[in-house]
């Protein structure tokens, strides 16, 4: 395939759209071309699009069928046949998985170390309010900033983790779809 729509470039090539479901797909596609498309119209060429890139091993479809869930990933196929065409910066957009993963982890293992000195932070501050009753004025609003860092901690460390939770499983799906 030498050719791919001009819409579909600008949505999975220029904007970076990977791991999308068609709703979200042709929310973008509305939000781009919303003077010349209704969304009826809209859906239809989109769920065209995908049927043919999917046929062509452009994309790799996962999730139940018949339900709203179906994702859609870019395959290594259309990575190397898109994104390295004439496009420098496209190559920058494709990380490599492992580097992908990597980063990953040492973003997990930054926040862990900052979940742990918020945690410390705020334990230290408590037991001060505890044995000097006289400061608790002076060291609450200390407290209630570490405690909040520790939550922000905690939601970055959830995010981190839920992303590499989705590339092993994106990994388990691609290599379960090669077996047949």
Do not use: W
């Not at 390295?84 to 992908?100: G, H, I, P, T």
């Not at 932070?121 to 520790?150: G, N, T």
């Amino acid at each position: 395939m030498k050719n791919l729509n001009e819409a579909m470039y600008l949505l999975l090539v220029e904007k970076r759209i990977d791991n999308f479901s068609v709703s979200e797909l042709v929310e973008t596609y509305m939000h781009l071309y919303s003077s010349s498309k209704n969304e009826f119209k809209a859906r239809v060429f989109i769920h065209r699009q995908l049927y043919r890139l999917v046929n062509q091993g452009y994309l790799l479809k996962y999730g139940k069928k018949n339900t709203q869930k179906i994702k859609y990933i870019l395959t290594e196929k259309f990575k190397q046949s898109f994104c390295n065409l004439n496009n420098s910066r496209a190559k920058d957009y494709f990380m490599a998985e492992e580097e992908v993963k990597a980063a990953l982890k040492n973003r997990l293992k930054e926040y862990e170390c900052n979940l742990l000195v918020s945690t410390s932070e705020m334990e230290e501050y408590q037991s001060y309010m505890e044995e000097y009753p006289a400061i608790i004025v002076l060291l609450k609003s200390k407290f209630d900033l570490a405690k909040e860092e520790k939550y922000r901690c905690l939601g970055r460390i959830t995010a981190v983790q839920n992303i590499l939770g989705e590339c092993i499983l994106t990994k388990i799906i691609e290599h379960n779809s090669a077996e047949y």
